[in-house]
């Protein structure tokens, strides 16, 4: 979990692209009510059956994972979210039970809001419901395209894919701190599989691999051996939510 060493933010903005999203008016009814802390990865932040209580925004190039536990004791992926977003309590109010397990992938800076002050916002302000609406709006299609990936792309275009939007969600930093097998877990796949397809990424200059990150090399040639569904996704934001995926910069008001 993250730690209890929290801040209360009293100055400028998080970097997530929801907060900056918000109008003064808006911001101002949950800034004092925010607090700021560090998180490192593997960090768990909801197992299913929780109590959400605490919507947490990540910041910077921190990055969080939905993970589906699985009858043969495997996690699968269904979405990353990072500073384009928030996890835990976005639309309802009131006790919820989180259905999945949410963990830190890459460590950053959070801000955490109590869910109570989020919905005592809401009811306050239009204009703020509408942006959360809108953004539960982005997460649900987001699902909706992870799932069709998952049907109907090749381990090789989900890795690719997979890869991209992460550097998407940090300001297009060529090192990615994951390993074989931690991607191995996100892709639902066994270890060998994912090996093979690194393997031939490397001899086509894309990426290489260090200890317990890739690098990559050639990011044009990692996106055309994606699939389209990181697209499609930054498509329906920038039509629902515009400049709030991280390829855009966020404008605060």
Avoid at 124 to 133: D, E, G, H, I, P
Avoid at 214 to 243: I, P
Wanted: proline share 6%; with cysteine.
């Amino acid at each position: 979990m993250l730690s209890q060493g929290v801040t209360t933010l009293n100055r400028e903005r998080p970097h997530n692209n929801l907060l900056l999203r918000l109008s003064p008016a808006d911001y101002a009814l949950i800034s004092p009510y925010l607090v700021e802390d560090e998180a490192t990865p593997n960090d768990l932040l909801y197992s299913p059956g929780d109590d959400v209580q605490i919507v947490h925004f990540p910041c910077g190039p921190a990055l969080t994972s939905y993970l589906v536990p699985n009858e043969d004791g495997r996690d699968v992926e269904t979405i990353l979210v990072g500073r384009e977003g928030a996890v835990g309590g976005i639309v309802s109010e009131g006790f919820l039970p989180a259905y999945t397990r949410i963990v830190v992938k890459f460590g950053g800076p959070f801000a955490r809001l109590p869910l109570s002050r989020l919905a005592a916002a809401k009811l306050q302000s239009k204009t703020l419901r509408n942006v959360f609406a809108r953004y539960a709006d982005c997460m649900l299609a987001q699902m909706f395209q992870s799932t069709a990936c998952n049907a109907i792309h090749s381990i090789e275009q989900r890795t690719a894919k997979w890869i991209v939007a992460a550097m998407d969600r940090t300001d297009g930093e060529p090192i990615v701190p994951l390993t074989h097998e931690q991607l191995a877990t996100l892709l639902g796949v066994g270890r060998s599989y994912v090996s093979r397809v690194v393997q031939t990424f490397r001899a086509e200059g894309i990426l290489e691999t260090r200890r317990g990150a890739f690098m990559v090399r050639d990011f044009d040639a990692l996106k055309r051996r994606s699939c389209l569904c990181n697209e499609a996704v930054k498509t329906h934001f920038e039509e629902v939510l515009r400049g709030v995926y991280p390829t855009e910069q966020a404008a605060t008001g």
